[in-house]
């Protein structure tokens, strides 16, 4: 079976940090681009940022402005895991967050891109 299993998310206070972690089951996430994505409640759920695999060098995306300079998307391909380093948060970073992997070599945002979903995990930014 197929399956993504993110890890990593909780509350943390504004200034904090937390790091996100993707994992697969039945499926090498080294051989995939890995996206991040969250939904805000209310809101429909967005691409955040990407690492995509192609010819064995990872390149990783950043998505708007917000998380510039705050937010690390890295891959240890040595544990098959990928991860979004997440600093300085603030409450407007409170959302589901979500991992997926695409086939698709390079990075994209859209939804329709990766195939393999995990189930999300919360991240609250809250005093």
């Known amino acids: 079976q197929l399956q993504l299993v993110e890890s990593g998310g909780g509350l943390v206070q504004p200034g904090g940090s937390l790091r996100l972690s993707c994992e697969a089951s039945?499926?090498?996430?080294?051989?995939?681009?890995i996206g991040w994505f969250r939904q805000a409640p209310g809101k429909e759920r967005e691409g955040v940022s990407c690492?995509?695999?192609?010819?064995?060098?990872?390149?990783?995306?950043q998505y708007g402005d917000s998380g510039q300079g705050r937010f690390i998307i890295l891959r240890d391909s040595a544990e098959d895991t990928a991860h979004r380093e997440m600093n300085n948060l603030r409450h407007e970073n409170t959302a589901v967050y979500y991992c997926?992997?695409?086939?698709?070599?390079?990075?994209?945002?859209?939804?329709?891109?990766?195939?393999?979903w995990g189930q999300g995990i919360q991240v609250t930014v809250s005093a």
């Open positions: 997926a992997g695409g086939q698709w070599p390079i990075c994209g945002s859209t939804l329709s891109e990766y195939e393999h």
């Open positions: 039945g499926l090498t996430l080294n051989d995939y681009t």
């Open positions: 690492i995509s695999h192609s010819s064995g060098s990872d390149r990783s995306t």
